[in-house]
Nanobody, 123 residues
Framework: VRLVESGGGLVQTGGSLRLSCAAS????????MGWYRQAPGKQRELVASITRGGNTNYADSVKGRFTVSRDSGNAAWHLQMDNLKPDDTATYLC??????????????????WGQGTLVTVSP
């Protein structure tokens, strides 16, 4: 199973972007779908996540501005980012947590990562 991201780019302060992440196969093995970000010189941080049941979680810094969603079947999930700020500039990576009982369907992995996509917010 591979995760393929799309979206990202350059936007002005106050603008919007939408990121998407698609699982190449066996999405039924995914338990939690998330988005992380890492800015230069900073640690990777969780931005938002959504469970297979639809429960969401957000970092305090993005609450009210970002929305995470998923397609039925969990084959793809998205991060709608509104009212972007320069502090949101980072490489964004999608993440999938695999159900331990189904790890064989994910190459034995309990966690998968996308390739990352750069989001740049200009002042």
């Amino acid at each position: 199973v591979r995760l393929v991201e799309s979206g990202g780019g350059l936007v002005q302060t106050g603008g919007s972007l939408r990121l998407s992440c698609a699982a190449s196969a066996n999405s039924f093995a995914i338990n939690v779908m998330g988005w992380y970000r890492q800015a230069p010189g900073k640690q990777r941080e969780l931005v938002a996540s959504i469970t297979r049941g639809g429960n969401t979680n957000y970092a305090d810094s993005v609450k009210g501005r970002f929305t995470v969603s998923r397609d039925s079947g969990n084959a793809a999930w998205h991060l709608q980012m509104d009212n972007l700020k320069p502090d949101d500039t980072a490489t964004y990576l999608c993440n999938a947590e695999i159900l331990p009982s189904l790890r064989n369907f994910a190459g034995g992995n309990l966690e998968l990562w996308g390739q990352g996509t750069l989001v740049t917010v200009s002042p």
